[in-house]
Nanobody, 125 residues
Framework: QVQLVESGGGLVHPGGSLRLACGAS????????MGWFRQIPGEEREFVAS????????YYRDSVKGRFTISRNNAENAVYLQMDNLKPEDTAVYYC??????????????????WGQGTQVTVSS
């Protein structure tokens, strides 16, 4: 059973940047599409970004396009989310997720089956 671990969250001022990282133990990320999601207490978890298993396709929610960049390093078994020009509305717990089956594109939220514990991102002045 793969265990996903997020890191890199924290407190940042509006306009600032953070880089989230997702690693794994007990399994590989390199053959699987990966995604980042976020959740505010009392609300549904929402999609942020995803990347195909080979890195050739990337998807973003509209509100983060041009500000967030998802990337991966399969040799290091890691996935990243670079977040620039952060806004207070980006405040949430951020989760990384792995698709259930290998070689996916990451374009269907229903296929994400393994989740990390999350890392808090707070954007505030």
């Amino acid at each position: 059973q793969v265990q996903l671990v997020e890191s890199g969250g924290g407190l940042v001022h509006p306009g600032g940047s953070l880089r989230l990282a997702c690693g794994a133990s007990g399994g590989t990320l390199s053959r699987f599409a990966m995604g980042w999601f976020r959740q505010i207490p009392g609300e549904e978890r929402e999609f942020v970004a995803s990347i195909a298993w080979n890195g050739l396709r990337k998807y973003y929610r509209d509100s983060v396009k041009g500000r967030f960049t998802i990337s991966r390093n399969n040799a290091e078994n890691a996935v990243y989310l670079q977040m620039d020009n952060l806004k207070p509305e980006d405040t949430a717990v951020y989760y990384c997720a792995r698709e259930r089956y290998p070689n996916g594109l990451g374009n269907d939220r229903r296929f994400f089956a393994s989740w990390g514990q999350g890392t808090q991102v707070t954007v505030s002045s």
